[in-house]
């Protein structure tokens, strides 16, 4: 059998598929797959990238490394293996990786649980349940990260939570200020009759956010339209932790998203969920404040708040014929 035969175009639509539940910044989906009949090809859509939020493109990458991090475990679970190469074309810039599928093996049992648990997996806008993620969660999350070049840092210290809070309440307070990034943030939250499959629907979004005293704030999807639901009581904030790369290339933002789509999947494997808190990422010296605060010569990727909850309707996907080109 020869690698040009392993896959059908079956089997490449549905890889393409689970590629698309990854977690992307306002659920953009800035991904377009080529297949070519022994490899698969990840691009960035610089379409849809966020000119005024994101204008290196950073968080863009980071989205397309999520979706490359299910494409790898939906070849697992097909039973077979891919050879990833990272950005495999200097000419080709928006070419961001490229997987030869190779023969493997069946899926063992945790392969089988990771990938029922990326199913379920979902971008939670909430409080959480009242009890800490285990000892045992916590390390396994660290774990997954290193697996994918990354580190995770967990905001344990009264001192430290209080200075990374008021850094992502600056970072709110100036991007609200944003006139630019409130209208590219009202283009992705349609109103709630919208059939947009694209974008934060008006469900997965409060009215009014709301943060206790000890929590992130909720970046205000809403905008004083009355678009979001009504939530009415507060609940418990949940941890917060801190993913890093060594550096800041790319090729990091690439090894990023892996490694925040592969903790994800972990957390989820155990009903822990987690809100993504981009927006101190995104002031650029406010970033690097937060790189001081923990004290690292790394690269702080993204901001996550974890917790345990109930699982929610998951936020919809573009069709796979709108992301896949088949040879």
């Known amino acids: 059998m020869t690698t040009m035969s392993l896959l059908t175009d079956a089997d490449v ?64 679970k097909l039973g077979f293996r891919g050879t990833t190469t990272l950005l495999p074309d200097a000419r080709q810039p928006r070419l961001l990786a490229r997987i ?15 990938y029922a648990a990326m199913t379920r997996r979902h971008t939670h806008r909430g409080g959480f349940e009242d009890r800490p993620l285990s000892a045992e969660l916590l390390v396994q999350l660290q774990q997954a990260a290193r697996d994918e070049a990354a580190t995770l840092h967990y905001v344990h210290d009264p001192g430290q939570r209080r200075r990374v809070l008021h850094l992502a309440r600056a970072a709110d307070r100036a991007q609200s200020a944003d006139e630019r990034i409130r209208s590219e943030l009202a283009e992705w939250t349609p109103p709630p009759e919208s059939r947009r499959r694209d974008g934060v629907p008006a469900s997965a979004y409060a009215h009014e956010p709301t943060a206790l005293v000890d929590d992130l704030p909720a ?17 418990p904030p949940g941890g917060v932790a801190v993913l890093l790369t060594q550096f800041d290339l790319e090729v990091d933002w690439l090894q990023a998203g892996q490694a925040l789509e592969h903790v994800l999947v972990t957390a989820a494997e155990h009903s822990a969920f987690a809100t993504m808190h981009s927006q101190v990422i995104e002031v650029h010296n406010l970033r690097d404040e937060l790189r001081r605060e923990m004290c690292t010569s790394g690269y702080p990727q993204i901001l996550l708040r974890f917790g345990y909850s109930a699982d929610v309707q998951l936020t919809p996907r573009r069709p796979v014929d709108d992301v896949l080109d088949l040879y």
Do not use: K
């Not at 306002?26 to 849809?48: I, K, S, V, Y």
């Not at 030869?100 to 990771?114: F, I, Q, S």
């Not at 970046?219 to 609940?235: E, K, N």
């Open 219 to 235: 970046r205000d999807f809403d905008l004083g339209r009355r678009y979001g639901r009504f939530d009415g009581v507060d609940q």
């Open 100 to 114: 030869l599928v190779e023969p493997g093996n069946p899926a063992d049992v945790r392969v089988r649980r990771m």
């Open 13 to 76: 639509r549905w890889l393409v598929a689970q590629a698309t539940r990854a977690p992307s910044i306002h659920n953009t989906q800035p991904w377009l797959f080529h297949w070519d009949g022994g490899a698969l090809e990840l691009h960035g859509d610089t379409q849809r990238g966020l000119t005024a939020a994101d204008p290196q493109g950073r968080e863009l990458v980071l989205s397309c490394g999520a979706a490359l991090y299910n494409l790898r475990l939906g070849l697992l």
